[in-house]
């Protein structure tokens, strides 16, 4: 165990954060065709390949989440993405639930699925090379939503999730997701986002999960995107650390998602976090936030290969500056 929590910290180790490279084969494929690029098995291949083999991924990378289909590719030399991954020094994590579902007796939600035949799962993926996993539950903020049954639901599933890891040797990422969607002001978002925390919390400590082999990947406390209300990095800052306050000093991290936040602001924000006082180490596990500009930089064209590595390389330095307490707004003024 004591091994776990090593994986763990190696993570979140100071000036690291994580690139969520996940998005199942679905959501890759209309983020493909979306940058003008065939959805084919091939460009989803050629695409994690270039961001993994980006030079020095690893001087800001400490871990990348891969899903199924890519755990199990291999880049141009012919090794698998692990190994690939591991040649550079980077753990190699595997998305392992099976996506959301309606949440019978609570219209408009959902319940993330994957629980059953999980445990087999976890064996075969680590010994595949994984070191880590995540799983992603969903919450949106509406008329009475999340519901209580919702935020007991994902809650408990996360919390199995999470012991059925540690049991097979991974660390999980716990990834309760409050949506940015919707018309809400940043006080609800504060308030819900405490509550769902907690109910997590709770959930984790009663399966008996280990807190510092553990990460916790939670959204950023902001306005909702519809809400018509902006808020300063300091704002967002001060309202997300006092939604973390019910997490235990033990945790191994806090690596936060970008949930659809436009790159520039959920760096600031990031930024503006680390000068507030925490426990635990506070940093990133950006999807969009980092491989959007790749992608459009990239857009499938093998030219253009050294420039989808260096926009990604860029996100990674400007999210690294941002969690080490160098980040000034001006550095997204320099060229890539
Ligand atoms: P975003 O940063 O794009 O929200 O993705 C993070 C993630 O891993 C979602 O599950």
């Not at 690139?19 to 695409?47: F, H, K, P, Q, W």
């Not at 990604?312 to 060229?335: F, H, I, K, M, T």
Request: proline share 7%; net charge negative; with cysteine.
């Amino acid at each position: 165990m004591t091994n776990l929590a090593e994986h763990a910290a190696a993570l979140v180790a100071p000036g690291k954060g994580i690139l969520a490279a996940d998005e199942s084969i679905g959501t890759m494929s209309a983020r493909l065709t979306a940058a003008g690029v065939e959805a084919s098995e091939e460009n989803r291949r050629a695409y994690r390949e270039m961001l993994v083999t980006t030079p020095d991924l690893a001087a800001g990378i400490g871990g990348v989440i891969l899903c199924e289909e890519t755990l199990k590719q291999r880049v141009s030399g012919g090794a698998t993405f692990p190994e690939a991954l591991a040649e550079r020094g980077i753990g190699a994590g595997i998305k392992v639930d099976a996506g959301t579902r309606p949440l019978a007796g609570a219209p408009g939600e959902t319940i993330t699925e994957g629980l059953d035949g999980l445990g087999p799962r976890l064996a075969e993926y680590a010994g595949l090379g994984a070191t880590f996993a995540k799983w992603r539950a969903v919450l949106r903020i509406g008329p009475g939503t999340p519901s209580p049954i919702a935020v007991r639901a994902n809650a408990q599933a996360l919390a199995r999730y999470a012991s059925a890891c540690q049991e097979a040797g991974l660390v999980p990422i716990v990834e309760p997701e409050v949506l940015i969607d919707g018309e809400h002001s940043l006080a609800l978002c504060q308030s819900v986002t405490t509550l769902v925390l907690l109910a997590v919390m709770t959930e984790l400590e009663e399966y008996g999960v280990r807190a510092d082999a553990a990460v916790l990947k939670p959204n950023m406390v902001t306005p909702g995107k519809d809400s018509g209300e902006r808020a300063e990095p300091d704002q967002v800052a001060g309202a997300t650390l006092a939604a973390l306050g019910a997490l235990p000093d033990a945790l191994a991290g806090v690596a936060f998602l970008s949930g659809g936040q436009p790159p520039e602001q959920a760096t600031a924000n990031l930024a503006a976090m680390q000068a507030l006082p925490h426990a635990w180490p506070l940093t990133f596990s950006f999807g969009r936030a980092l491989v959007d500009p790749a992608l459009r930089a990239w857009h499938g064209d093998p030219a253009c290969w050294s420039d989808g590595q260096r926009a990604l390389a860029r996100r990674v330095a400007l999210n690294v500056a941002a969690v080490s307490g160098d980040y000034q707004p001006e550095l997204e003024l320099s060229p890539a």
